[in-house]
């Protein structure tokens, strides 16, 4: 089964309204030139208080090659939630997906499994779709228990999540080790356990999900790396941080995933 492949950025707590507008200009002039079915969907993730000007920005282009994500949620529609975003506010933008489990907001958050799936079970019904990150610390791959913490986190996503569903999100697998260390993962080991993720799915909901599931790696990619790891028979693209901050590093890595 063909999946589209997905390059996406995260770029974290990075750049005011101004600074992203311009990367997002940047990043659209990069790939001014590429055929737009031949690209993977492009997607970047700026800050909230960005949202508006990236936007914006993709608007006016009007050219549809890069599709507007948001880094994380709160699954409560409104209410006293001091600090939070929901969903339904979201809905101010032309936004597709949103990141959430990502490892540092699990780690400097505490954010649960459980909260991980009411976010999902939220951005599903609300119509967007989930990026749901995973992945281990090197003290859990060292214990040799990698497989079954991530099939733990995976399972606890998406609780009460229908096939369809399923099928239409999207997983990253991102071992914290990797992220932001410059310490990428080995592809033919990333790729083992993507598989074994959608082994979990397959188990979990069937066939058709586990086939349409886009599940990407993250953890230090950049331009050299991208090629070897789309050339896995499951690594479906690529979530990146460091390396989206740029457009040309960003645009490199897209075109990477084109080869
Ligand atoms: C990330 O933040 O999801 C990430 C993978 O970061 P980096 O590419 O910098 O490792």
Not at 17 to 33: H, P, R, T
Request: proline content about 3%; hydrophobic content about 40%.
């Amino acid at each position: 089964m063909s999946r589209k492949p997905i390059i996406a950025g995260n770029w974290k707590m990075h750049n005011n309204s101004a600074q992203s507008a311009e990367l997002a200009v940047g990043i659209m002039q990069e790939l001014k030139n590429e055929d737009k079915n031949n690209l993977p969907e492009v997607v970047i993730a700026p800050v909230f208080t960005s949202l508006y000007a990236v936007d914006k920005e993709l608007k006016n282009c009007g050219c549809g090659k890069v599709t507007l994500a948001a880094q994380n949620c709160y699954y409560e529609p409104k209410g006293a939630f001091t600090g939070e975003i929901s969903i339904e506010m979201l809905k101010d933008f032309d936004l597709k997906y949103i990141i959430i489990g990502h490892s540092e907001r699990r780690q400097y958050f505490n954010e649960s499994d459980e909260l991980i799936n009411k976010k999902a079970i939220a951005i599903l019904e609300n119509g967007f779709l989930p990026i749901v990150c995973c992945g281990e610390t090197l003290e859990q791959r060292e214990e040799g228990i990698t497989d079954k913490h991530i099939a733990s986190q995976i399972t606890k996503a998406f609780e009460n999540i229908s096939a369809e569903d399923t099928a239409k999100s999207v997983i990253a697998y991102e071992p914290i080790w990797a992220i932001g260390t410059g310490k990428t993962c080995d592809s033919v080991e990333a790729n083992r356990v993507i598989k074994m993720i959608r082994e979990t799915i397959r188990g979990l909901k069937g066939d058709m999900a586990a086939d349409s599931i886009r599940i990407l790696y993250g953890g230090s990619v950049k331009p050299e790396t991208i090629e070897e790891q789309m050339a896995q028979s499951d690594i479906d693209g690529a979530l990146v941080g460091g390396a989206s901050l740029k457009a040309d590093s960003f645009a490199k890595i897209v075109r990477g995933a084109m080869a």
